[in-house]
């Protein structure tokens, strides 16, 4: 009956015939009782038996496929009541239970029919169980049924699993933006609803963006991960203690293991069949996953560091003070030592082939032979052969030398210490070189490069050193905040921040590359070196997505999507080209590795971050800037024309005429170019055609200014500047006395627009906003008719941790601020009393929040409001109601957003994100007649 494998059914089983076997003396069952199988299996085993004896094989057989017939018939009518195949009525139980029963019954087939039907995934989605149709999947990739369109809809799934979790009527649109080539978009427009607009993507990916993956759902939530030495085992660890080991090629579980603390809070593997586990209550545990045999290694107390003395020998670091060591073998580990040394918590330990360095709590290094400490220790165990005094704070991390002759240490007092250990008194090594307030914040990491040194800090730098001669020989960029760790790979140092920044730069400070290395925060980073031998590292984030980077190719990064929630742990085994996350939606997932598949590149490819849009006044081209100088041009959202403008990041771009383009970089000169079109061939090009003048200050923005062929430019430090067709330079407007340009505070020009009546509307200060309200009289002069100071924080630190990144105006003077909180604030309307207030408080303003973070774009076109965000959402939102009308979900933060210009009832959206993605978005109706947005 196939149910020797159910330990569930198994136990049951015995506990029925115990129970019988206990009622049999006292009703004086039948002696044939005591004679009944313990297991379940096999008590079911024996009555069939008895009923082929009494009926014959025949009977019994049709009878047993008449119940399993019974059984999926009724599964069929709980999943589809109406029998219309629209699971519009279906319960969550049986909807879950029919794709398992389904491959059970040998019908792999069926449940494929299944998978790629809209409908039935709008059930999954409507009910909450997305988890559970990514197992559907799992179990239809498993059986022998060729994948066809399934893998289509798998990785549509995969792709907007968070998405959908948020707004489940969106997959329709999901669907509709899915690559050609399967029945997704036919079945798209017969589940959307007739008249009803969605954001649909006009130069969608026709290729799948990531890899497939095997999904493993776990019962209770996983907290770490680790790869096996050979590459064809993975373990993970979860909350409740267990330990399950996998197969990276298939992705199935081998074996579950059962730790002796209350949860798992980090693995590694010692060898192919040792692991080395870390629970939450601070045990250390070793695994020999052949015998499965524990030994513990420590516990009550948390092991901060750990150390190799040798291949087999393990020496830790105790928050308690104390040092242990432990010889390992292939399934156990014995405790050999025992040291006390410190009074406070050891925070870093180092080896070198003569020492132990140990850096504690409580300002001092002990320094231990390593040899002495490779075998078992007397009886009262050795003192330390050197106790180092000169932090003044706390000591984080120690290193020593590539040839042992020095160790440095770094600690909470902002000073690196050297210190000769090679001398010829080991037991009172001198200080060899201090550098006192080498950083403006504690140390957190040093590692040696060569016969320099590098460190890091909490404040956000990376510094090179000469112990030598004392000097700092470079400081690499600061990060904005703390930098966690350092690393030194091929002449090339690599930093991650802790808000999830990875730098890169070559030994003599030029910096390689930098980028946030996930859109929001990073929970964990690796690096490795791939099977092509490039060095990657892989990020893993709160977004539910792990990216590869080639941070020193400059490759891009390839997202692997599928978790629907923050990804807590990634490994990576080159040897079985896997890549294994573990993520709070409880499932681990096995992705095939990306640089042997391949990834599909998107529509458009700048080579960083897309930093200015702009359309032609007709509004048949746009224009897509980057920060690495590019410019490319598209019409009906294709790219007909690129070039190299320069080699700084294009701040502003801004059509003059429809064959005329301002385009303004980081620093330098602003010229005005120009599109050609070859009379033969019809191909565009572009080309310069004169410069118009540098700036002492990038451009922070370009908008209309009123006459046709006119613009307004504003810069970092206040100035205006405007551009006239018939000039030959850019004019300076004089709007107040320029500030000297600093960032910090911000008080730029942020945001221009122009009223209906040719009014200019300029923002001034992110802070704090002055308003000005101007007008470019005949002598080109700005003629100021109203100036304002807007108010809106109520508290201080409202004002110090917030700031407002987009204005506009609508149509019916309201106005629209919106901040890098992710908030929005509305004033009604524009009145005869506020042109002459000086101030504006917050009241009479509205807030909503509508991002959840800063907000790069804000338009009003129609009665429509259009906002995109650092979240990596474009959203639609009706302006008289604040009603959330559509939405799309890019692959990275949104950097800039234009709609095309023209009537709002023919929306098109240009966007950009910090990947170089160019996406053209059409707000419109897959079917039917214009109709009221759907509202969420």
């Not at 399950?244 to 590694?268: F, N, P, R, W, Y």
């Not at 060899?432 to 909490?458: K, T």
């Not at 010229?671 to 079109?677: A, V």
Request: hydrophobic share 45%; charged share 15%; glycine share 12%.
């Amino acid at each position: 009956m196939g149910t020797e494998g159910d330990p569930g059914i198994q136990a049951g089983g015995a506990g029925l015939s115990d129970s019988l076997r206990v009622l049999c003396p006292s009703f004086q069952v039948s002696e044939r009782i005591q004679t009944l199988p313990p297991a379940l299996p096999a008590l079911l085993q024996h009555m069939l038996g008895c009923l082929e004896q009494e009926h014959g094989a025949e009977p019994v057989a049709i009878a047993v496929a008449a119940l399993w017939a019974s059984k999926d018939a009724h599964l069929w009518k709980l999943c589809d009541p109406d029998v219309s195949r629209s699971f519009q009525g279906s319960e969550a139980g049986p909807l879950a239970a029919l794709p398992y029963h389904l491959v059970c019954a040998g019908r792999p087939d069926l449940l494929g029919s299944l998978l790629t039907d809209l409908r039935f995934v709008a059930a999954h989605v409507r009910l909450g169980l997305l988890p559970v149709l990514g197992q559907a999947y799992a179990l239809h990739a498993g059986s022998a049924q060729p994948p066809g369109e399934v893998g289509a809809f798998r990785a549509m799934v995969q792709a907007g699993a968070a998405l959908l979790s948020e707004n489940p009527w969106l997959l329709a649109q999901l669907a509709a933006n899915a690559p050609d080539g399967s029945s997704l978009g036919a079945q798209a427009q017969a589940l959307a609803p007739p008249g009803g607009r969605l954001l649909l993507w006009r130069n969608k990916a026709q290729d799948a963006p990531h890899p497939d993956s095997v999904a493993l759902a776990l019962p209770t939530s996983p907290t770490c991960v680790a790869v096996s030495p050979c590459g064809r085992q993975a373990a993970v660890g979860s909350t409740d203690g267990t330990l399950h080991l996998l197969d990276m090629q298939s992705g199935q579980e081998l074996k579950t293991l059962l730790s002796g603390g209350a949860g798992i809070s980090a693995c590694v593997f010692l060898a192919d069949g040792t692991l080395c586990l870390g629970t939450s209550a601070g045990g250390l545990e070793t695994w020999g996953l052949r015998s499965s045999g524990r030994r513990c290694l420590a516990g009550g107390v948390a092991v901060p560091s750990l150390a190799w003395l040798g291949d087999a020998m393990l020496a830790g670091g105790s928050a308690d003070g104390t040092l242990r060591g432990w010889a390992l073998a292939s399934s156990s580990a014995c405790p050999l030592w025992e040291l006390r040394g410190h009074k406070g918590a050891v925070l870093g330990l180092a080896a070198s082939p003569q020492l132990l360095a140990s850096a504690s709590e409580d300002f001092t290094i002990c320094l231990w032979l390593a040899e002495t400490l490779r075998q078992a220790l007397p009886d009262p165990p050795p003192a330390p052969l050197a106790v180092l005094w000169g932090h003044a704070a706390a000591v984080t991390c120690c290193a020593f030398s590539a040839d042992g002759q020095h160790l440095a240490t770094g600690g909470r007092d902002k000073t690196l210490l050297c210190w000769d250990v090679a001398g010829p008194a080991p037991a009172a090594p001198p200080l060899w070189r201090s550098l006192p307030f080498c950083h403006r914040d504690w140390l957190s990491g040093c590692i040696w490069v060569g016969p320099l040194l590098l460190s890091c800090s909490s404040d956000g730098t990376v510094q090179l050193w000469d112990p030598a001669t004392g000097q700092r020989l470079r400081e690499f960029l600061p990060h904005c905040g703390p930098v966690s760790a350092v690393l030194a790979t091929a002449g090339r140092v690599l930093a991650v921040g802790r808000d999830g920044t990875l730098a890169a730069w070559d030994m003599l400070g030029v910096e390689l590359t930098r980028f946030p290395a996930h859109p929001g925060l990073v929970n964990q980073g690796t690096g490795f070196v791939g099977a092509d031998g490039d060095f990657m590292v892989a990020t893993a984030g709160c977004n539910g997505r792990v990216q590869l980077w080639s941070p020193l190719e400059f490759g891009r990064p390839r997202a692997l999507v599928g978790h629907s929630a923050p990804v807590c742990g990634a490994a990576v085994s080159p040897a079985a080209a896997r890549v294994l996350t573990v993520s709070g939606d409880g499932a681990v997932r096995v992705w095939a590795a990306p640089w042997q598949t391949g990834c599909a590149e998107g529509p458009g490819w700048h080579c960083g971050a897309v930093s200015a849009l702009a359309w032609s006044p007709d509004g048949t081209l746009a224009v897509s800037g980057g920060e690495c100088g590019e410019l490319i041009v598209w019409g009906e959202a294709k790219a007909l024309a690129a070039v190299q403008a320069g080699s700084r990041s294009v701040c502003a771009l801004g059509f003059a005429s429809s064959c005329s383009l301002l385009v303004a970089p980081a620093a330098g000169s602003i010229w005005l170019w120009g599109l050609h079109g070859d009379p033969n061939t019809g191909a565009l090009s572009l080309e310069h055609e004169r410069p118009l003048g540098e700036v002492a200050a990038p451009v922070t923005c370009m908008g209309p200014a009123g006459a046709p062929g006119s613009l307004v430019l504003g810069l970092a430090n206040g100035e205006v500047l405007l551009f006239r067709a018939h000039r030959t330079a850019l004019k300076p407007l004089c709007l107040v006395s320029p500030d000297a340009w600093a960032p910090d505070p911000p008080e730029y020009l942020f945001e221009v627009a122009a009223t209906p009546d040719g009014q200019l509307l300029l923002w001034k200060g992110v802070r704090e906003p002055n308003l000005y309200k101007l007008r470019v009289g005949e002598s080109e002069e700005l003629e100021k008719s109203q100036e304002a100071k807007i108010r809106l924080w109520d508290r201080d630190e409202d004002a110090n941790s917030s700031w407002f990144s987009r204005a506009w105006l609508s149509p019916d003077s309201s106005l629209l601020l919106a901040g890098s909180d992710g908030m929005l604030w509305t004033r009604a309307l524009w009145n005869e009393e506020d042109d002459a207030a000086e101030s504006w408080s917050s009241e009479g303003w509205q807030q909503q929040r509508i991002h959840s973070d800063k907000v790069t774009a804000l338009h009003s076109c129609g009665d429509v409001l259009v906002t995109a965000a650092l979240d990596g959402d474009i959203k639609i939102w009706e302006r008289a109601t604040g009603r959330l009308l559509g939405q799309f979900r890019c692959a990275a933060p949104v950097s800039c957003l234009q709609p095309r210009p023209g009537p709002a009832s023919q929306l098109l959206l240009a966007v950009g994100d910090i990947l170089g993605n160019v996406y053209f978005l059409e707000w419109a109706c897959l079917r039917g007649d214009e109709a009221e947005p759907r509202p969420m």
